[in-house]
């Protein structure tokens, strides 16, 4: 079955040991995501520096999948101008719709392990909550 | 035992097409063959819309229905036929009560009592009836396994308490309630008791005469019935002096441009062209369950409880909800696994064809008393196998390391 895939190391070390779960006291834009599904609720924060993401984290609680997803997410938005950081939750969005080809799926590098949460309807919202969550900030920044 | 494992499983086709473990009953039970036969065979031999066709026909069909009420009458052990009302499930029958009793009956300054562990649909109509009502919503609290005490009785009844919502046993901690002490200490207030027993139904059996409850809800479908039927009891006294529900065809004696006069019970509260044919099909699982038999079912349960509880408590990390007590669980396991999310822990299981239930199980309130966001829920029928526990704790054992702990 597809999701035995799933739970492979990628996921479950972004989960156990995720880079980016911590404070940032000088964030420009704090954002709560909820799923109220799960229960996974995270705290995204971000601090915008001339049009580029200068440092991002994230905290709160909920499954791997939200966890490692929202830890991924960082790990490639950090340093990326806010155009471009759209752009890979677009790409990422749509992967989980299940609408993206190969070399755009390497683009999302360690990300594209969680391709197969298309498969899967009751848990696509634990993996696109950090990613929803980015883009209403870029969006409305 | 009377029936072998095979034979048991034999009854539902469910298994011949499936090879999941099918661990999530307090959801939704399978169904055997027969109740599957009997649905059909309405709708092959008799279907009319029943209580309408001056025919034949419509004459049979209206029998099936009624006939249908008068097992289930018999299974409840009620007293008159026109005490059970049909409705969709659980839900639409205590929404009945809030709508047509709580908000008629019930006052500003009266209180409601519901359990700390009702499932949201034996919670939000008692809210609605209080903020419509002005009735004072009181919780009455359990303990970390789910036991009600004598003081936290003592607490929640006063004078004023004019209803009490509860549910007979909890679809989370599938422990049973004091529904006779319940009764007895309503009663002594002149308060009525809804009783909400879509948990228990499937397990033991329910007397409304001897537990003297004034109303009970549960659903066909999680006691081998089909969906789409459920049951309101409610006593007579009750019944007649509500009004109507839903308003329409089938509950009216004559209608006028202005008016209309009601039908009689049990007509007057199911309004709309009734499900007949589910209704004859939970007739056919009253009957499977009286073939099996009640003992038989509460054995092989526990027999199953215990075998899972005693194994699943040999893992460290597991901590199981509830009482202690294999018989105190009605088939129901909630757990949750240390530094595992609840949803991961499904989804694991998933992979290897264990179907099971995560997240709050539709009692918020109770997961918020017990200091626990979520958690998993196993739940047995007495048709599951010890092989399928075992392939279940099989993937339990594992499951951490899996998450990536202890590497
Ligand atoms: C204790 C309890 N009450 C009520 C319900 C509602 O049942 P239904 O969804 O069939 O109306 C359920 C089932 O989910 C339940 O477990």
Known sequence: MENKTFYHEILTDHNLHPAHKHDLHDADYVLEGVNPNCGDDIWLKVKINDGRIEQASFLGDGCAISQASADMMLDLVIGKTKEDALRMTDLFLRMI?????????????????????????????CAVLGWHTLKEILENE | MKWSDKRR??????????EEIYLDHAATSQRPQRVLDAERVFYEKQNANPFRGLYELGMEATDAYERARKTVQNFLHAQYAEEIIFTRNATE???????????????EGDEIIVSIMEHHSNLLPWQMVAEKTGAKLVFLECGADGTISKEQLDFAFTERTKLVAITHVSNVLGCQNPIEEVVRRAHEC?????????????????????????????SGHKMMGPMGIGVLYGKKKWLEQMPPFLRGGEMIESVSRTGATFAPLPHRLEAGTVNAAAAVGLEAAIHFI????????????????????NQMEAIPEIHILGSKDPKNHSGILTFTVEGVHPHDVASILDADHIAVRAGHHCAQPLFAHLNIPSATRASLAFYNTKEEIDRFVDCLKPLRRKMGYGK
């Open chain 1, 97 to 125: 719709q299940g609408e993206t080809t190969e070399s755009e799926l390497e683009e999302l590098e360690e990300a594209s392990v969680l391709q197969n949460v298309s498969h899967m309807p009751a848990r696509v919202k």
């Open chain 2, 290 to 309: 009286h073939e099996i038999g009640w003992e038989e079912i509460r054995s092989r349960e526990e027999e199953l409880t215990a075998y899972a509880m």
């Open chain 2, 190 to 218: 002149e308060a009525v008791v809804v009783l909400d027993a879509a948990q228990s139904i499937a397990h033991r059996p329910v007397d409304v005469v001897l537990l003297d409850v004034d109303f009970l809800a549960f």
């Open chain 2, 9 to 18: 499983r034999e009854e539902f086709p469910f298994f011949c097409y499936r």
């Open chain 2, 93 to 107: 029958s205590l929404n009945l009560v809030a709508y047509s009793f709580g908000c008629h009956f019930l006052k």
